[in-house]
């Protein structure tokens, strides 16, 4: 074969892509070009950033994320203007999404996977999944029939050293309530509070996939071609069957012919380099002047994401973290909504430390939730103006009246924690809203935020109550959750309009059987209709997983890859 020939090119080094390199290259008859178009972090050592067990670090530098990529998030409704699009950050670096996410490192329900199999995706049964569980993780806490203690990917519980006086506080305000503390995230699905499983080694570093997996060994394999910082424009289609990818490296174009190509750039890029190269539905391809290869009306349909909403308790200096940045997010805290129709643990609540890396950050705790079993779903299209630029995406969030009730029902919730009377020691206000815009120029870890921020924090603590005159300006969508909780009308409007994403996105390339109009892969991840071609990534999920859907997303690509390499 020649340079630009392999048996395999896979599209994207995220989570799913280093996965497959790695297994696929196992077999060293088999040449695996791996293609991604961000940079090559290769060794822990040299990105601090990167491996730090604060994730915010790493997700707030612009470097390791694609410009320009934006979305609307809020369901606007036929009679409401449209909204504005906001930033949506998702990863450009080899490991994608798993070397600059928050960390979490949990499966999801059980009922979820069975719910694959009930909508006739074959073999993804929770019990047909869980050897693929096992097999991806070497769990550093718990031995037992449900985890793997051999496979390359660590996942730890970080334990009290962690837990700070505001943490402790939430707990024993949840126990008091009868609230039970859970052994294992990842073990029996309950209700309670557990500690995060997060994917850290024995050193308390994050650990990406490209270095769980495409370790020094692996990237001495002869048969495995890494190439970073190489853009794949689109497919390449001929006689019905993928032949390969037009890549640019360098401002050159390059062909890269391979026998099949695995697209694994993610929910929002797989189906936008599918409809780039005629893959998708017809008469929206037309409308981008594209000619239609294959039309799959469901390609960058069925769009879904965790829709979230927070308070802000500001906490009192002896509840605060101290020391050097470390992980913030120690507590999880499962429920169930009762809203009919639902499942058990179809919600999700967090007690985080620290709100940003820098001094104001951490006078700043939040009580963050998301509808963990979320059914509103959007769509996502090319823009027709300009088809090879960012894809126009439209979550649709909370536009299933379920996911409205049960974010504002969280909502309620959350206010009832945090307005325990025991919480006086650790909280002196709390207060609804985000990051405003100001905030955001401090995003990115420098000394000058850190002068600037630390010189704001100290300020923001002499003022005492005064500082919430100040707090509008520093809080987006600023507001008090007391009021909101006991107006269910303005409750509801308010997170209608300042609803968030958790940064999930999936389900845009939808594994499904052959009744499915809208299935765009069958249960080996293989694009209907044409040979050659596969999708690996959160994007054939069906339905989201109640999960961070990092795990998923691995545990899926254990699972094609093993099927490929049978074939």
């Known amino acids: 074969m020649s340079a630009n020939e392999a048996d395999y090119v896979i599209v994207g080094g995220g989570s799913s892509g280093c996965v497959l390199a790695a297994r696929l290259s196992e077999n060293p008859a088999v040449k695996v070009i791996l293609l991604e178009a961000g940079i090559d972090a290769a060794r822990p050592e040299d990105f601090p950033d990167l491996a730090s067990p604060y994730p915010g670090i790493a997700y707030s530098n612009p470097r390791y994320t694609w410009k320009g990529l934006t979305a609307s998030l809020p369901y606007r409704g036929s009679n409401r203007p449209e909204g504005r699009a906001t930033r949506y950050e998702q990863a450009r670096v080899l490991g994608g999404g798993s070397a600059i996410n928050g960390i979490g490192a949990n499966r999801g329900a059980p009922g979820d996977y069975d719910e694959w199999a009930s909508l006739g995706v074959e073999g993804w049964s929770f019990a047909e999944c869980l050897p693929y569980f096992r097999k991806l993780e070497r769990d550093l806490d718990i031995d037992n029939e ?8 660590p996942i730890r519980r970080r334990g009290p050293e962690i837990w700070t006086p505001f943490t402790h506080a939430m707990l024993a305000v949840c126990a ?19 500690e995060m499983a ?8 994050r650990v990406s996939t490209a270095w ?53 750039a993610g929910a929002l890029a797989s189906p936008a380099i599918l409809m780039r190269s005629g893959i998708g539905p017809a008469p929206h391809l037309g409308d981008c002047g594209i000619e239609t290869a294959v039309n799959l009306p469901g390609v960058g349909q069925n769009l879904m994401e965790h829709p979230s909403s927070g308070i802000v308790p500001y906490l009192k200096n002896p509840a605060r973290q101290k020391g050097p940045l470390d992980y913030h997010i120690p507590i999880g805290y499962r ?5 009919e129709g639902c499942p058990p643990g179809d919600m999700h609540m967090n007690f985080v430390t620290r709100a940003a890396w820098h001094p104001v950050g951490g006078l700043l705790g939040s009580v963050f939730f998301w509808v963990n079993k979320s059914y509103s779903r959007g769509q996502l299209l090319l823009n027709p103006s300009a088809p090879e630029g960012p894809p126009r995406i439209d979550f649709r969030m909370l536009s299933d009246r379920r996911d409205l009730t049960r974010l504002a029902d969280a909502f309620e919730r959350a206010v009832g924690l945090a307005t325990d009377p025991s919480l006086s020691s650790v909280v002196s206000g709390l207060y609804a809203g985000g990051m405003s815009e100001f905030g955001k120029r401090f995003s990115k870890q420098t000394r000058t935020g850190a002068l600037v921020t630390g010189i704001g924090a100290l300020g923001l603590d002499m003022m005492g109550r005064h500082r919430e005159k100040i707090f509008p300006h520093l809080l987006s969508n600023f507001d008090d959750p007391r009021r909101l909780a006991g107006n269910r009308p303005e409750l509801e409007a308010y997170v209608s309009e300042t609803v968030g994403g958790v940064w999930h996105p999936s389900c845009t390339c939808r594994m499904g059987p052959e009744s499915d109009r809208l299935a765009v892969t069958d249960a080996r991840g293989k694009v209907r209709v044409l040979d050659g071609l596969y999708v690996s990534d959160a994007s054939i999920m069906p339905t989201i997983p109640c999960a961070n859907t990092n795990l998923p997303t691995i545990m899926m690509a254990e699972k094609i890859a093993d099927g490929l390499r049978k074939n």
Not at 146 to 153: D, N
Not at 198 to 205: A, L, P, S, Y
Not at 236 to 251: C, M, Q, S
């Open 146 to 153: 449900l985890h793997g203690k051999t496979g390359p990917f």
């Open 176 to 194: 008091k309530r009868g609230i039970p503390f859970l052994p294992d995230q990842n073990g029996a699905w309950e209700d309670g509070t557990f």
């Open 198 to 205: 997060v994917n850290m080694d024995e050193q308390k570093r």
């Open 212 to 264: 769980a997996y495409l370790t020094p060994e692996v990237r001495r394999r002869p048969n495995l071609d890494i190439r970073t910082e190489t853009t794949v424009e689109r497919l390449l289609i001929a006689e019905g069957r993928a032949k390969g990818v037009l890549a640019r490296r360098d401002n050159a174009q390059e062909e890269i012919k391979a026998h099949r190509v695995v697209v694994c």
């Open 335 to 339: 429920f169930s909504s009762g809203v």
